[in-house]
């Protein structure tokens, strides 16, 4: 039997403790009264506020007006977060069955402003991305058995290590880490907002990334224990949705 290459990330301190309080967190969210029937408008709500954050910190607009959506950052992050909103089952199907095509989508509605058509969905020709994104999308899509919260921070410190598409990387990386905890059913309706986590902590969300690129023992720690920090910190954001829903 081939081992798990994902298997010792979670020997590394505090990183499965740190993955089960994310999967309990987000737990308790889907339980909230508002969400176990009104989820479809607490997702549209969180994918707002996703699109928005996401949108920050690649240097998208800060201010959520008319004008918002002439800002081509945000107008992409928009889409991306639509695109997802809900737990979208055409996408998920897409990720499940060709994850390269279902990113290559998300490049497409996140870049659709910001570059030419031709350089839409396309990854940069390089031997060593083109080697890794098939390896990180096999891994997060069933060649892992490591928890979900994981897969997502494998997946979306990948993608911004290797920024594989030259334009929207960021906004497509938080994506697809939003994209796995639906697809594995950590989040299956998208309701947790790790993104407004990682947009308040920006400086400390680069410097974790970039931790993580390194490949150091320390690094894959600090950014796979962040990540998990943030998705408990997302769920607590949907908890604020769904109060707020519910009148409270």
């Keep these: 039997m081939t081992a798990d290459p994902l298997a010792p990330l979670l020997d590394l301190p505090g990183v499965a403790d740190a993955a089960e309080h994310a999967r309990d967190a987000l737990g308790r969210a889907h339980r909230h009264r508002a969400n176990l ?3 479809p408008v607490t997702a549209a709500e969180a994918a707002l506020r996703a699109a928005r954050a996401s949108s920050v910190l690649d240097g998208g607009t800060l201010q959520l007006d008319e004008e918002s959506v002439r800002d081509p950052v945000f107008a ?12 979208a089952t055409a996408v998920v199907d897409v990720w499940q069955r060709a994850p390269l095509q279902a990113l290559a989508r998300l490049h497409s509605l996140a870049a659709a402003d910001l570059v030419d ?14 080697a890794r994104l ?9 060649g892992s058995a490591v928890p979900a919260p994981i897969l997502s921070a494998v997946a979306h410190g990948e993608l911004l290590a290797l920024s594989a598409f030259g334009s929207a990387d960021g906004v497509v990386a938080r994506a697809v880490a939003r994209l796995v905890t639906i697809a ?3 989040d ?21 990334a970039s931790g993580f690129a390194t490949g150091t023992e320390d690094g894959l720690t600090r950014w796979l224990t962040f990540s998990c920090r943030a998705l408990q910190e997302g769920a607590r954001e949907a908890l604020t949705i769904a109060d707020t829903k519910a009148g409270k």
């Design 37 to 39: 029937r009104g989820w």
């Design 76 to 87: 992409g992050a928009l889409r991306v977060a639509q695109a997802l909103e809900g737990g």
């Design 117 to 130: 058509e031709d350089r839409l969905g396309r990854p940069r020709l390089n031997p060593e991305v083109s």
């Design 134 to 142: 098939d390896l990180m999308t096999r891994l997060v899509t069933g």
């Design 184 to 186: 594995t059913g950590l």
């Design 188 to 208: 299956p309706h998208g309701l947790g907002v790790p993104e407004v986590f990682w947009m308040r902590r920006a400086a400390d969300y680069r410097a974790a």
